[in-house]
């Protein structure tokens, strides 16, 4: 069965520090990768997706940047974090199809300081 | 652009009852999917149930049940035989034909009481 792993679960950054943000996939080749971000009391907003090793779709312009270096790895990254980064980020997969389901991380709640 | 609208922001019931949460979403596309995710506390987004726009039939995953109403732009969830594990924020969901992301409802806070 395919699991999806976030790291770390909880962050705590001053503003302007950098981030890194990691998800993971295991049981499953070539999936599509999501990166969305919950702020608090709102829906869930698409930052990024990826449909394959260092193909990298931005949805929302943002100071939050992505990348894929392996086929069941996607990072969400940042230079210099601002207290609006504040948030929950949720990762989530889905198979090849673009019709298919999405299955979601357990996610990262990062506080910008 | 499509959106969609859960217009209850909270809604209890009791253990054992049925509930019913309502979701319209607004589309110029004839195909598309519709879904319903869970919120725990714990904040991980659970999948509870997937529906094709195609198909006339209603979705089913064992107490959970949707009324998919095309014409009317509507789906609902229905929660049977309710638990205290039911307990969570539910999301309602479009994914168009083409579209690659997942457009959420603001949610609907579920509480449970014994």
């Known amino acids: 069965s395919q699991t999806i792993h976030q790291w770390p679960a909880t962050l705590v950054q001053p503003v302007g520090s950098p981030l890194s943000l990691e998800c993971t996939v295991e049981g499953t080749s070539n999936p599509n990768l999501y990166w969305y971000r919950q702020a608090a009391g709102r829906g869930l907003q698409l930052l990024f997706y990826?449909?394959?090793?260092?193909?990298i779709s931005s949805e929302v312009p943002q100071n939050l940047s992505a990348s894929r270096p392996q086929d069941r790895q996607f990072i969400l990254s940042s230079k210099k974090l601002l207290l609006s980064d504040s948030g929950f980020y949720l990762c989530a997969w889905s198979s090849g199809s673009h019709t298919d389901t999405q299955y979601f991380g357990p996610g990262t709640r990062l506080t910008v300081l | 652009a499509q959106t969609v609208t859960q217009s209850q922001p909270e809604m209890s019931v009791q253990e054992a009852e049925t509930v019913t949460l309502s979701c319209t979403y607004d589309?110029?596309?004839?195909?598309?999917?519709l879904f319903w995710y869970k919120q725990p506390p714990s904040r991980q987004m659970i999948l509870v149930i997937r529906?094709?726009?195609?198909?006339?039939q209603n979705a089913t995953e064992n107490r959970f049940s949707v009324n998919f109403q095309k014409a009317a732009k509507s789906f609902s969830l229905k929660i049977s035989d309710s638990q205290l594990g039911d307990a969570a924020m539910y999301f309602c969901?479009?994914?168009?034909?083409?579209?690659?992301?997942?457009?959420f409802g603001k949610g609907t806070t579920l509480s449970v009481s014994s």
């Open positions: 529906q094709e726009a195609y198909k006339q």
């Open positions: 969901a479009y994914r168009g034909q083409a579209g690659t992301a997942l457009i």
């Open positions: 990826s449909v394959g090793i260092g193909q």
């Open positions: 589309t110029s596309e004839s195909d598309y999917y």
